[in-house]
């Protein structure tokens, strides 16, 4: 198999290839799919790993920001997409999303997917069988309330591989165990931050049935009142973010980096597994426990991470340089966050390690062949 980071610069587009055995067909898997770099990124490669129809037996959307879901249009027209996985929203947090998204002009796909997931994906795709399926929050309490529109349902961490794989593949034997565990983290803590804004704004408490109201029908100032407690939020306002582990746990397959002059490189070997993080917040204590703890079973064989939001130190926990594994983080070779932040790529320094970058420049792609 290969585990590919793409050059899409501020975003994320992430691939893994299975080869079938005694055919030149593969099975494809890709995390999230976007650029705030320039979309025509991401389509190009798009283009470059994909044929023109070829299968991608599984989409996980991280999140709905623009710079992890703006390519999904072009790849649902370029490739026949079977699922697309994506974190659920609660109710609640529902009418805190759509606030946001009006209140910074975000519209299209990432907007009308948020909306209605299954509705979006017809409207910019011929094919008919894409199956869109919600992951629950990992505390779910009542299974499958959420739904959007016509969307299947999904526990969190519960693999879903078995049902990626198509009935007739022969894939080599290794991979018969090959696990997809996706989790999906409610981000509490940025929920509570934008409420405390919507205090200090307001000078009292603003539940989140009054914030719709006051963005529909309040006075005039009110939304750039809620405008300023929105960009406020460090981070950004992501209320759920969708982590995948992505490996095998019992026959001690191992993971290669590309690179080195052509062949592997010198840094060694590590476990199969790579755990994607998409924008998790995982600082403090609290964040870092409720991720290990949900992937305590293959913590063990993680032998790769995508290192959370670009590199951002709001996403950021020491604890990550502690890991035995390879570290991947992608961000625009110049971009406006000044992502990573010299304090993230400062602990990997300081403990003899560096992750890899990927930005929109070729050379910058990562490559893992796992055999």
């Known amino acids: 198999m290969v585990r590919s980071f793409l050059p899409v610069g501020q975003g994320a587009f992430y691939c893994e290839c299975f080869e079938q055995a005694g055919t030149q067909d593969m099975l494809n898997v890709v995390y999230d799919c976007g650029s705030l770099t320039g979309r025509q990124i991401v389509e190009q490669e798009i283009k470059n790993n994909f ?18 879901v703006n390519g999904i249009p072009y790849l649902l027209n370029h490739c026949s997409v079977k699922r697309i996985y994506f974190p659920l929203i609660t109710e609640k947090n529902r009418g805190l999303m759509e606030i946001y998204y009006r209140a910074n002009d975000i519209d ?4 009308d997917f948020f909306m209605d997931p299954a509705g979006a994906v017809r409207n910019v795709s011929s ?41 007739y593949d022969s894939l080599l034997p290794l991979y018969d165990k090959w696990l997809y565990i996706p989790f999906n983290f409610r981000q509490t803590n940025r929920v509570q931050n934008l409420l405390d804004n919507l205090k200090i704004q307001f000078q009292r408490d603003i539940t989140e049935v009054e914030l719709v109201r006051l963005w529909e029908k309040g006075h005039p100032g009110d939304r750039d009142k809620i405008k300023r407690a929105y960009l406020n939020v460090p981070g950004g306002l992501n209320v759920n973010s969708m982590v995948l582990f ?23 070997d590590m476990p199969s597994g790579c755990l994607y993080t998409g924008d998790y917040d995982a600082a403090g204590a609290m964040k870092w426990k409720e991720m290990k703890d949900a992937f305590q079973r293959y913590w063990a064989h993680i032998g790769c991470v995508q290192i959370p939001h670009h590199g951002s130190r709001h996403n950021f926990n020491v604890d990550f340089v ?28 300081l403990r003899g390690t560096m992750p890899h970058i990927v930005t929109e420049q070729p050379g910058s792609a990562a490559f893992f062949v796992i055999d």
């Not at 299209?108 to 907007?111: A, I, L, R, W």
């Open 51 to 68: 044929r023109r129809g070829e299968n991608i037996d599984a989409l996980f959307i991280s999140h709905l920001d623009e710079d992890h």
């Open 127 to 167: 094919e008919t069988d894409t199956r869109v399926i919600g992951i629950g929050e990992a505390d779910a309490e009542n299974e499958g309330e959420n739904l959007q529109g016509e969307t299947e349902y999904h526990r969190s961490g519960e693999d879903v591989f078995e049902t990626i794989k198509r009935p």
């Open 322 to 349: 502690r890991m035995r594994a390879f570290f991947v983080l992608s961000a625009g070779y110049v971009n406006r966050y000044h992502h990573p932040h010299s304090s993230v790529i400062k602990a990997f320094l």
């Open 108 to 111: 299209g796909f990432s907007f």
């Open 246 to 268: 992505s490996g095998e746990i019992d026959h001690g397959l191992r993971q290669y980096k590309h690179g080195c002059g052509g062949g592997y490189c010198c840094c060694g």
